[in-house]
């Protein structure tokens, strides 16, 4: 492919401008009030509301299916793209609430960098706890917020020292918050060395705030006298304290920008915008067959993290959301589907635009496609210019949580049964496994969050006419076995006896285990066991 200079430097400038990352949270600590306060700033939509909330992701899972044949497609929107001073965003959505699921890991691994939202009263909770985990995975940057900083909060100090221990990252505050709840005025940025004292908020755009210096006289006057001492004295301990603010360390993610604020009174929300588009890296190299590809590569390049089954019966098509790694892509220009072996069009390309879906013409590294997929695709699958061929290193497979044994109610609907849970398995709706040496006579589905059986029970009854047993199973942790060769006998594994040894239908070998407790009696009992959380062959 050859680009003239004026078209590669422009190429060049549309992908640096990039930052791709996803919001994870604990749900209630905030997300969807900070998604949509930097769409207010990035002129996406007019007023605090508009974007699918919370409202939606709460409601029962009768009401979502009814949600999802109306539309005919998602109601989960998977990407959110906006300007904002020259910058062109995509906030990826990580579903939360009952929606929460595989997909919701998947999808981080489109991300170049995440944001955390962390409660200011509650700290690192559950929810966040896993998100992070799989973002550390790769080493991508973390960027915290520390939210609802306008209610009492936990002292700040503490809340550093909990996301060090638990989460085992470094902690640099570029802003200090002064006061909390009722007299929260502001913060102190440690990178501009000024203080940023809130004067009113009117919930929808900006504060009104001034900007003054530590020593400027005017601040003594503006603060409460305790507050403002206690300023000095904080801006002293830190001075003294903790990691030095290095960027490499943010961008390996090791060290993670920490910033105090309030989402819903927009206390702190633009100045943190602001400071993680200058400290976040546009789309950065990704690993493939053939080494790691340059996202300036002119060659168009992408991976599927996502499949959206459509829950209409009438509709049987599904959208592929795919991550463009590298180049650009065109409307109606032959791509290379590298698993399928064959040249395709992608069809319908979509894009959105805060709740707007729209048909793409051209988009690049960094952003994110939705595409027609009429059952050709699987989650990470590669896409590429024809002359490129490369492929992307896979999803891996993340541990389910949840288990059931699952069997049909009518015996003679056998084959019924066994066609739809492999197909919803193969699309990566849920996780499929057996005990060794069985096939299909019982399986055991395994799945991240409990919407994922409802979705299971829906599309089996409604697709393949097939309604289901469903016997939940007191399980809760999963392990790939690693270090199974030839003579590997599962039968000769010490385990406590609430522990069981499954196969996935690859012939992976895996166990299950009820508790942490367990899976340290396993590995203490048998001294060449390797267990692993993700998998990433299965
Ligand atoms: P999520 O997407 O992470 O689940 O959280 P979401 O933004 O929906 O926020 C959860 C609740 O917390 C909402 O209140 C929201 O208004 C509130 N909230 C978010 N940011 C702040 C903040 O900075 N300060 C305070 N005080 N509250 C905040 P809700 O009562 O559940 O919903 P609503 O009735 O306000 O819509």
Not at 182 to 204: L, S
Not at 390 to 396: D, L, M, N
Not at 501 to 520: A, E, K, M, R
Request: charge should be negative; proline fraction near 4%.
């Amino acid at each position: 492919m050859l680009l003239e200079e004026s078209e590669l430097a422009n190429l060049r400038q549309e992908i640096e401008n990039r930052r791709t990352f996803a919001i994870i949270s604990h749900p209630d600590a905030g997300k969807t009030t900070i998604t949509e306060k930097f769409l207010l700033y990035g002129g996406a939509i007019q007023e605090a509301g508009m974007v699918k909330g919370k409202k939606n992701s709460r409601h029962a899972v009768s009401d979502w299916m009814e949600i999802e044949k109306q539309r005919g497609i998602s109601v989960t929107s998977s990407v959110l793209q906006f300007r904002y001073q020259g910058k062109c965003i995509n906030i990826l959505d990580t579903p939360g609430h009952q929606d929460f699921s595989e997909d919701t890991y998947r999808t981080l691994m489109a991300a170049d960098s995440a944001v955390m939202v962390i409660d200011a009263s509650k700290g690192v909770e559950a929810q966040t706890r896993k998100l992070f985990k799989v973002c550390a995975m790769r080493g991508v940057p973390i960027f915290t917020f520390i939210n609802k900083m306008d209610r009492e909060a936990r002292d700040p100090y503490e809340l550093l020292d909990e996301i060090e221990t638990e989460l085992g990252i470094g902690t640099y505050a570029v802003n200090w918050p002064i006061g909390s709840g009722k007299r929260f005025h502001g913060v102190y940025d440690r990178v501009d060395d000024q203080v940023i004292a809130f004067e009113g908020a009117d919930f929808r755009h900006e504060v009104k705030a001034s900007r003054l210096s530590l020593d400027d006289p005017i601040l003594e006057g503006t603060l409460p006298t305790e507050l403002y001492q206690q300023l000095i004295d904080d801006v002293e301990l830190l001075s003294g304290a903790g990691d030095e603010f290095d960027l490499a360390a943010v961008h390996a993610g090791k060290l993670s920008p920490v910033f105090f604020g309030s989402a819903l009174t927009n206390f702190g929300v633009e100045p943190f915008l602001e400071k993680f588009l200058q400290m976040s890296t546009p789309p950065t190299a990704r690993e493939a067959d053939i080494g790691r590809i340059d996202p300036f590569d002119p060659h168009f390049s992408a991976f599927v993290f996502k499949i959206q089954a459509n829950m209409n019966k009438a509709h049987r098509d599904r959208i592929a959301f795919m991550r463009i790694c590298s180049g650009k892509f065109e409307r109606g220009s032959d791509v290379w589907h590298v698993q399928g072996g064959r040249k395709i069009q992608l069809a319908q390309p979509q894009q959105l635009m805060a709740q707007d879906r729209s048909i793409v013409d051209e988009a690049f590294a960094g952003d994110i496609i939705g595409v027609f997929d009429p059952g050709i695709f699987s989650i990470g699958d590669t896409v590429c210019d024809p002359t490129m061929k490369c492929v992307y290193s896979g999803i891996p497979t993340f541990a389910p949580e949840l288990f059931a044994r699952v069997r049909q109610k009518d015996t003679l609907k056998r084959k019924q049964f066994v066609k739809g849970v492999e197909q919803i398995a193969r699309e990566g709706a849920i996780q499929i496994f057996h005990e060794p040496n069985t096939g299909m006579e019982e399986v055991i589905v395994g799945v991240v969050g409990v919407l994922q059986f409802e979705v299971l029970e829906y599309r089996l009854k409604n697709e393949y006419n097939v309604e289901v047993i469903r016997e939940g199973l007191p399980y809760e942790h999963l392990r790939w076995i690693e270090n199974t060769d030839e003579e590997f006998d599962y039968k000769t594994l010490k385990l406590t006896s609430d522990t069981k040894v499954v196969q996935d239908f690859q012939g992976n070998y895996l166990l299950l285990f009820t508790s942490p407790w367990n899976i340290s009696w396993a590995l203490d009992h048998n001294e060449d066991l390797t267990l692993s959380e993700f998998s990433e062959n299965a």
